[in-house]
């Protein structure tokens, strides 16, 4: 049976069981790599994709109940604003290792970024308790993720000045 899923802005066809987790079909079927699939249980962040805007853990959902929502990856993010401020403040702090936990920590943060632009080191530890890290120790997330969000906001007043 071929399954038709709408991904980062375009439709995408497949040929997986309707019951296979979507982020293996993301990652198996469709060459979506970025979405990582480490505990397939729900419980460290990895497989984070956003749907319908809201970042899920995509080893949870059935693929079939993912057809007709808004599907977007971590390779859907690269002309996403939030998202890449994001990503040149996790450079900037030193905040990646082995980039394992890279992809789901940028889906939680991008979302808090755009759900709660003046966010503070507090909200961000809250938002990221789904999202395991075996390397880093948080903090340099952590001041990324509070980097990002001055960083933005300073953008913002720049273009009301201008
Ligand atoms: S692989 Fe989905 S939450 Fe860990
Ligand atoms: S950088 Fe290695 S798991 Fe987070």
């Not at 296979?20 to 419980?43: I, M, Q, W, Y």
């Not at 853990?57 to 604003?81: F, H, M």
Request: glycine fraction near 8%; proline fraction near 4%; charge should be negative.
């Amino acid at each position: 049976m071929i399954g038709q899923l709408w991904i980062n802005g375009e439709w995408c066809r497949h040929d997986a069981d309707p019951a296979a987790p979507l982020h293996r079909v993301l990652r198996e079927n469709l060459g979506l790599t970025g979405s990582k699939d480490v505990c397939g249980e729900g419980f460290c962040g990895a497989c984070l994709v956003q749907l319908d805007g809201a970042p899920i853990a995509a080893c949870l959902v059935p693929v079939a109940l993912a057809e007709g929502a808004q599907i977007v990856t971590i390779e859907g993010l690269d002309q996403d604003p939030v998202a890449q401020s994001l990503m040149a403040a996790m450079e900037a702090e030193d905040a990646v290792q082995c980039g394992m936990c890279f992809p789901g920590m940028v889906m939680t943060l991008t979302h808090l970024l755009k759900t709660c632009p003046t966010t503070d080191r507090e909200k961000v530890k809250r938002a990221l308790a789904g999202n395991i890290c075996r390397c880093t120790g948080y903090e340099r997330i952590v001041s990324a993720a509070c980097r990002a969000a001055k960083d933005l906001v300073a953008a913002d007043a720049q273009k009301v000045v201008a």
